[in-house]
């Protein structure tokens, strides 16, 4: 298990346009380890998922894992997923607002997202594959992409006074938040 340093809102690294992987370049020692450190390193946080250069690796890759994470009790379950050059088209114009966190920003915040979503990309074996994805998940993807063009959910936070700390988020914000999003959700899934 290799668990890597996460980088911080404020490193230049999470504003970098990252580059695409080549087939030959995922194929490699260096790049498989990295994907199975990313994995050990969300997990170790207790992530939705990370970024290459939340590990300080400005490369197109992403690993997503939902399995009952204490940060996010409402999100469903998404399998462990790795994304290897992501591509995501927005369907439709229903979207939702849902209070984000991210292992990078020691804050929540509220960003509008698109509700559905075709997530194209390679997966670590360099195998295409597409996912029509709904909901939180859909939304999921929207955060881990933005990672990879530079962008941070803060930056599409359009009333920064939905701003705050996990602590406050959870006294004051959690309750709320849950009880739509999970009504939400149930919508979503039926
Ligand atoms: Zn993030």
């Known amino acids: 298990?290799?668990?890597?340093?996460?980088?911080?809102?404020?490193?230049p690294v999470l504003r970098v346009q990252s580059a695409p992987v080549s087939s030959q370049e995922l194929a490699s020692a260096e790049m498989q380890q990295l994907i199975d450190?990313?994995?050990?390193?969300?997990?170790a946080a207790n992530g939705a998922g990370i970024a290459a250069n939340?590990?300080?690796?400005?490369?197109?890759?992403?690993?997503?894992?939902?399995?009952?994470n204490p940060r996010y009790p409402y999100k469903p379950r998404v399998p462990l997923t790795v994304l290897v050059n992501p591509e995501i088209e927005l369907l439709g114009d229903e979207t939702v607002v849902i209070n984000e966190g991210c292992l990078s920003v020691p804050l929540r915040g509220e960003v509008l997202r698109h509700v559905e979503i075709r997530l194209s990309y390679l997966d670590r074996h360099g195998e295409a594959q597409q996912q029509v994805l709904r909901g939180l998940t859909a939304a999921t993807m929207q955060h881990?992409?933005?990672h990879l063009d530079g962008v941070l959910f803060t930056d599409r936070v359009d009333d920064l006074r939905t701003l705050a700390t996990w602590p406050e988020?959870?006294?004051?914000?959690?309750?709320?938040?849950?009880?739509?999003?999970t009504e939400f959700v149930k919508t979503i899934e039926s």
């Open 54 to 68: 939340q590990v300080s690796v400005a490369k197109r890759i992403a690993v997503v894992e939902v399995s009952g």
């Open 1 to 11: 298990m290799a668990v890597r340093a996460i980088a911080m809102i404020g490193d």
């Open 169 to 181: 988020y959870e006294l004051h914000q959690r309750d709320d938040f849950v009880a739509r999003i």
């Open 144 to 146: 881990e992409v933005d």
């Open 37 to 43: 450190d990313m994995i050990d390193t969300m997990r």
